[in-house]
């Protein structure tokens, strides 16, 4: 692969231009302290430790994505683009700290978010109920945070539940949407709405009760109200759906955290968007 000619076309202020573009012309000629994650010669992903952040790169050689770069800008400009839609909704996603180009490929850095993935967690520490009271808060604070997505019109491109990761700080915590290459205001949103919410919902019975389930779209529809014939109708719908899932193509199941025990600071945690919600100054949920 040939890497030359670097350049930054965007870096967000206050960055140190000069520290960022130094550790990138030293990844691409392969003479940094970056730990790669995947590279090929389509794409390259690699994060540094030090700055703590990820890079990113995205080949816009072919055809059809060259297409895409003339009407939608590239892969790069529409990361950069779903996460200030997130922002503005005052959404959690983390922030693209440079973008640039080089030979075929764009490319983002951006910051590295320091929690583990929604799913993950579920499997590794809240599977079969364990600690019940703070997994229906989970859910709670999970509709919440769709919900107040959604009520900007904001569409998430793959709202997996991996997509979602847990940012613990301090006494609370927050959910941020990453991978949002996809992520944009929506056209046809009622369509991509239940989209969203069926992605979201797979989560097998070891994951998400139903008693979970009804609490996810309670708090959805109180971030986002719609008329209460219309709410109910949308949450039948989609279980129905999620239901029909898991029929073909089985439940999906996360992978087991073992490099760094979350739960140590996670169960001190109560939800950020649920505790200014509900005005409630409480201590977190009983375990």
């Not at 003479?31 to 994650?37: A, D, G, L, N």
């Not at 959690?92 to 993935?117: C, N, T, W």
């Not at 900007?152 to 949407?177: K, T």
């Not at 109200?225 to 719908?237: F, G, L, N, S």
């Amino acid at each position: 692969m040939t890497e030359t000619h670097m350049s930054l076309h965007y870096i967000l202020d206050g960055s140190d231009i000069r520290t960022y573009s130094t550790a990138i012309e030293k990844l691409l000629a392969g003479k940094s302290c970056w730990k790669t994650v995947k590279r090929n010669s389509r794409n390259i992903i690699a994060f540094h430790p030090e700055l703590k952040v990820y890079f990113k790169s995205f080949n816009h050689a072919g055809p059809k994505e060259r297409l895409k770069r003339i009407f939608a800008g590239s892969r790069a400009q529409r990361t950069f683009n779903g996460t200030r839609l997130l922002h503005l909704a005052g959404c959690q996603a983390p922030d693209i700290v440079a973008m640039g180009r080089f030979a075929d490929h764009d490319f983002i850095l951006m910051e590295s978010v320091q929690g583990p993935p929604l799913l993950n967690t579920l499997e590794s520490y809240l599977k079969h109920q364990s600690h019940p009271n703070w997994r229906l808060s989970l859910y709670q604070e999970l509709g919440l945070t769709i919900g107040k997505m959604h009520s900007h019109g904001v569409i998430h491109g793959d709202l997996r539940g991996n997509n979602v990761v847990i940012l613990p700080e301090n006494h609370y915590y927050r959910l941020a949407l990453i991978d949002n290459e996809r992520t944009r205001q929506a056209i046809r949103f009622r369509r991509e709405q239940r989209r969203n919410l069926k992605q979201i919902m797979l989560f097998g019975p070891q994951y998400i009760t139903e008693e979970e389930q009804k609490q996810f779209f309670v708090y959805y529809f109180q971030a986002f109200p719609h008329p209460p014939r219309r709410a109910k109708q949308i949450e039948v719908d989609i279980l129905r759906e999620v239901n029909g899932h898991f029929k073909r193509k089985g439940i999906v199941q996360g992978t087991a955290i073992t490099e760094t025990d979350y739960w140590t600071q996670l169960a001190k945690c109560r939800p950020y968007e649920l505790s200014r919600f509900s005005n409630n100054d409480a201590q977190p949920p009983l375990l």
